[in-house]
């Protein structure tokens, strides 16, 4: 059995659970206090009071760390230090466990971590081959002006922020092309700016263990999407299944195994000079509406490397 680490808000693991042909062990972390028994001495268990279905070393067969979030808490009238205290020790004791069992992960947690450091990121998918657009970090007005060449396009993105939570809205702060009176704006902040790559068309490559699932985006079909083709939810862009060349899967491949992942969305940029440039790798990246677009296999395949895996 797979023990699937998320919350009850995941859509991905809805469509998982939807997809495959086992019984799995959904463990919702915002409800940890409320739906769950637990025991995690040495002989350690998990109980869904729901469903009255259990998990324990006996009957697992790996770890998917998905979504945890902090748990709701099941007391009254605790102010909100005291709320917040008790939800973060709560939280460490289900992660501290879950983080300490041996076990075949899809990717550990602490991989992960790693693996979404953006400039660690760049250094290695340089390292394997891939092309990366020139990129600038900094909060020094005057050094900007030195680096950018006036006669080429640039693009502003978040290094670390994949969305934000403002008035209890989600939003993402999509790529934007700069201007040369936005520069101004920057004022001891830092920035990371990366030269505009005229494209042909995007790719996302899902790797599942030695398993490629590629998907070309024709994001340059849509005014819209031409900058970053996540707007209007993804929907607003046409997908299709391609297929890629060796020497492309081997750069994938590499590029995992420098952060000893087993699972990754690797979003890259097929340029006008067929030149291959990597944007960026996500260890826990979405793949649910590709599958069910295209019908890839990737939910299978997920649970197939738990089961089958040697």
């Not at 660690?120 to 657009?133: D, E, R, S, T």
């Not at 600038?136 to 934000?164: A, V």
């Amino acid at each position: 059995m797979i023990l699937i680490v998320t919350n009850t808000e995941d859509n991905t693991i809805d469509y998982f659970l939807g997809s495959v042909s086992k019984k799995h062990f959904r463990f919702n972390t915002d409800k940890f206090l409320m739906d769950y028994d637990f025991d995690f001495s040495q002989n350690w268990y998990i109980r869904d009071k729901k469903c009255n279905l259990f998990i324990n070393q006996k009957k697992i067969n790996g770890i998917y760390y998905r979504r945890p979030v902090l748990p709701h808490l099941n007391i009254q009238n605790a102010n909100d230090n005291l709320s917040w205290q008790l939800q973060n020790e709560a939280y460490e004791v289900f992660d501290s466990f879950i983080n300490s069992i041996d076990v075949n992960f899809l990717n550990s947690k602490y991989a992960m971590i790693k693996a979404e450091n953006k400039l660690i990121q760049l250094k290695n998918a340089k390292n394997v081959g891939f092309y990366i657009p020139k990129t600038i970090i900094t909060n020094d007005k005057s050094r900007l002006y030195q680096y950018l060449n006036q006669n080429k396009k640039y693009c502003i993105k978040p290094l670390y922020l994949g969305y934000f939570e403002l008035n209890r809205n989600n939003y993402i702060p999509y790529t934007a092309i700069i201007e040369k009176c936005d520069y101004d704006m920057i004022i001891n902040y830092p920035v990371f700016i990366q030269e505009y790559v005229e494209k042909k068309y995007e790719l996302r490559i899902t790797c599942i263990g030695d398993k490629i699932f590629p998907v070309k985006i024709l994001s340059q079909s849509n005014n819209s999407t031409k900058i970053d083709w996540r707007v209007d939810n993804c929907s607003s862009v046409e997908y299709m299944k391609t297929r890629i060349n060796n020497e492309l899967k081997n750069k994938c491949n590499k590029l995992l195994h420098c952060f000893n992942l087993n699972f990754a969305c690797i979003d890259l940029i097929v340029g006008k000079n067929n030149k291959i440039y990597f944007l960026d790798l996500n260890p826990n990246g979405q793949w649910a509406w590709l599958d069910e677009i295209l019908n890839l296999g990737i939910a299978k395949e997920i649970e197939r490397y738990f089961y089958e895996r040697k």
